[in-house]
């Protein structure tokens, strides 16, 4: 497994222990390494806003790239099943990065922007989507991400809608939607089952 040396030159330890028994190498992640269950369990313990969200329960990344992927089949209903799993997953690497608010991600810069795509190309890879998207589909992913940050803000962060809209800019034509936070099991849950619906769609398709 790929490591770093520190200051001593001792070889330190670059991957992460899943429950599913696997170890995935973030310097050098392989697809074979790589689990739905992993993915899902993972997102479904990470919070959005760090946590800070009304309701006795946080609000997950798992939920919101169900949300996401929800607004980009609003937008598009007919798109493929590939993008529809693209969309779900535009988010996953952070079942091992966690999800750093934007601010943090631009300190940290280029190191960590490099450390994302090699992950997210891997899970491309481990469920057979192309590692680079049209970019019509990055865009309308990107669009759907933004919106249903808009959302989150106004109907669990706090935010007015001025506040958000000033930040995020207010999406046209979203998907009428009542956020409140899942318990983790079922926010896997939730993400399993689409994520192998569209799996299937995707097979057929290909």
Known sequence: MAGRKDSAGNQTRAWQRMLSGRRLDLLDPSPLDIELEDIAHGLARVMRWNGQTKGPQGFS?????????????HWRPGWPAAYRMAALLHDAPEYVIGDLISPFKAAIGADY?????????????????????????????????????YIEAIQLAGFSETEAKNIFGRPRDIADVNLKGLEPNEASQRFIRLMEKHTRAHMKQS
Do not use: Y
């Open 61 to 73: 990344v798992a939920q919101h790239s169900l949300l996401v992927e929800r607004l980009c089949v």
């Open 113 to 149: 922007k490099a450390l994302e795509a090699g992950l997210l190309a891997a899970i491309h890879r481990r469920f057979g989507l192309p590692v680079h998207l049209p970019n019509s589909v990055n865009d309308l992913i990107k669009r759907a991400d933004t919106a249903a940050a």
